[in-house]
């Protein structure tokens, strides 16, 4: 069964700096993991889809990174803003049929 | 492009009712359906996956006799939470693929937020 790991749970900073998001996973054997923004009381926002052939996805100041092997996935945030404040989750398949397994996020707080 | 539309986006009902939610993808054939719930501060937790002209399969620990599922279209799947209690109160969402074990992203509708009193 699959397990997803988000660390930190919460994080804090001051608008400008650069962060990184960071995800683990147990069953490796996935074709692709997904980054998604949740807003306080809304749905799921896909940020990036990573393919299991692919080591990296951009966009914008966004870059996500995919290492298989060690089951672990990052989310790099460049020159944070905020209005990039929000709960981001990273999400594996290993559920029936495929379903996404979440991790339980990273609530980030950008101060202006 | 894949648009997923999810309606309602709020019910407040009474304990006892049953409520049915709708999840449509607009612009493209779904083989795949997901049902999600989130509870307050937690994450999304997978309920069961729906397959057009199938039944769907449940996770472990989700009542299939509360929770019904149709995905009677290739483009529409069909939650009705059925004699709600407060304890079924949560974040109900949708999410679609064409298919899976593609490669393809899932994508999700907008949730229903779900208030039983």
């Known amino acids: 069964k699959q397990e997803v790991t988000q660390i930190p749970a919460a994080l804090s900073v001051p608008e400008g700096e650069n962060l990184v998001l960071n995800c683990s996973f147990t069953d490796s054997a996935i074709y692709n993991l997904q980054w998604f923004r949740q807003d306080p009381g809304k749905g799921l926002t896909s940020l990036l889809l990573?393919?299991?052939?692919?080591r990296e996805q951009t966009s914008g100041r966004l870059n996500a990174s995919l290492d298989k092997s060690s089951g672990r996935s990052t989310l790099y945030i460049a020159a944070s803003q905020p209005g990039d404040s929000a709960t981001y989750l990273c999400?594996?398949?290993?559920?029936?049929?495929?379903?996404?397994?979440f991790g339980k996020g990273t609530h980030l707080i950008i101060q202006p | 492009g894949a648009v997923v539309s999810q309606h309602p986006s709020w019910v407040i009902c009474k304990s006892g009712t049953s409520v049915k939610i709708e999840c449509r993808s607009l612009?493209?054939?779904?083989?795949?359906m997901f049902w999600y719930r989130q509870f307050p501060k937690q994450s999304l937790m997978l309920m069961a996956t729906s397959n057009e002209g199938s039944k769907a399969t449940y996770e472990q620990g989700v009542e299939k006799d509360k929770f019904l599922i149709n995905h009677a279209s290739l483009t529409l799947s069909t939650l009705t939470v059925t004699s709600a209690h407060p304890e079924d109160s949560s974040f109900y969402i949708c999410?679609?693929?064409?298919?899976?074990?593609?490669?393809?992203?899932?994508?999700f509708g907008d949730g229903t937020r779900l208030s039983i009193l």
């Open positions: 612009d493209f054939q779904a083989t795949t």
């Open positions: 999400a594996a398949p290993g559920g029936g049929a495929d379903g996404l397994t």
């Open positions: 999410s679609a693929s064409g298919f899976v074990n593609s490669g393809q992203p899932q994508h």
């Open positions: 990573i393919q299991s052939s692919q």
